[in-house]
């Protein structure tokens, strides 16, 4: 498993590090991003004004100004609806209580504020920091992490994991990839038949133990001849180190996704025993 993003310490008299991940926009406009801050021996989410230099957390039923703080910094996080101290898969930890519960970041809109704050669980809300107190709103957006591979086995699917089509026999088909023969291959990952596949060597080889793609704001462009489109999802790459891309093809009724190897001009798929050649295909992409 992996995680696309970086915590940068800041104060409010530096510059925002490159990447900052923008949360929403103050009453007047100003635009606010995703920090953190340590308060009172919590771990807290924080507004964060670079116009304003503040930064604010909520706690204890008041707004509290922060000098010291982290910002977030990555790509393709996007914001997931929720309420009642619920969080979806793969919600950004940011840190926790004194007492050890986890807290999340999420937003919510107050008097014309989209306004970044902590989802509580044991609460049941989301606390946000805005004019000097600490407000709770019981509907609010969960910020989610870029993509995450998880190791799994057998039928095992995590929630969020990417459908990618479909068996002959119309069984669901997930992204994952398993490691053969020193390549980290793109795979097949059929839950009915509690294994996953690869394509190597003119073959298809079974995996029992393997890794599914979890996470949000991916899609599928059409594409052909070992080319993919900007944003194409890496999978892995072969033991010489060239990478490889998630593709999908339609081949004998099913909708098989397989690696897209671009010094071949193809993407290959496991089907029926055998690693099968096709120069059409959808590629993985994230937004």
């Not at 209580?97 to 008097?111: K, Q």
């Not at 119309?170 to 980290?184: K, P, Q, S």
């Amino acid at each position: 498993m992996f995680q696309d993003h970086t915590w940068v310490p800041c104060n409010v008299y530096g510059g925002l590090p490159p990447f900052a991940i923008v949360a929403g926009n103050d009453s007047d406009g100003d635009t606010i991003y995703v920090g953190r801050a340590y308060h009172n021996g919590d771990m807290l989410p924080a507004k964060i004004i670079p116009s304003k230099q503040q930064a604010y957390v909520a706690w204890g039923g008041e707004e509290i100004n922060k000098h010291d703080f982290e910002v977030l910094t990555g790509h393709h996080y996007c914001w997931i609806p929720e309420s009642g101290g619920r969080v979806p898969p793969h919600a950004l930890r940011v840190g926790q209580t004194t007492d050890g519960e986890p807290l999340f970041v999420g937003r919510g809109h107050y008097h014309g504020s989209l306004t970044p704050g902590k989802v509580h669980p044991s609460h049941g809300c989301l606390y946000i920091p805005y004019g000097g107190a600490e407000h709770k709103l019981d509907s609010y957006e969960v910020l989610v992490q870029p993509e995450t591979w998880v190791s799994s086995h057998g039928s095992n699917i995590v929630p969020g994991t990417i459908l990618a089509g479909h068996d002959a026999d119309g069984d669901a088909i997930y992204v994952g990839r398993a490691y053969h023969e020193g390549d980290l291959l793109p795979a097949k990952v059929i839950p009915n038949k509690s294994c996953a596949y690869v394509p190597y060597g003119g073959h298809e080889h079974v995996k029992h133990d393997f890794e599914l793609l979890a996470g949000y704001g991916y899609g599928w462009v059409p594409d052909a001849n070992g080319h993919v489109p900007h944003g194409a999802v890496v999978c892995g790459r072969t033991n010489e180190g060239e990478p490889l891309y998630i593709g999908r093809g339609h081949y004998n009724g099913s909708f098989t996704p397989g690696k897209i190897h671009q010094s071949h001009n193809c993407l290959y798929i496991p089907f029926g025993g055998q690693e099968v050649r096709l120069d059409h295909y959808e590629v993985l992409v994230k937004a």
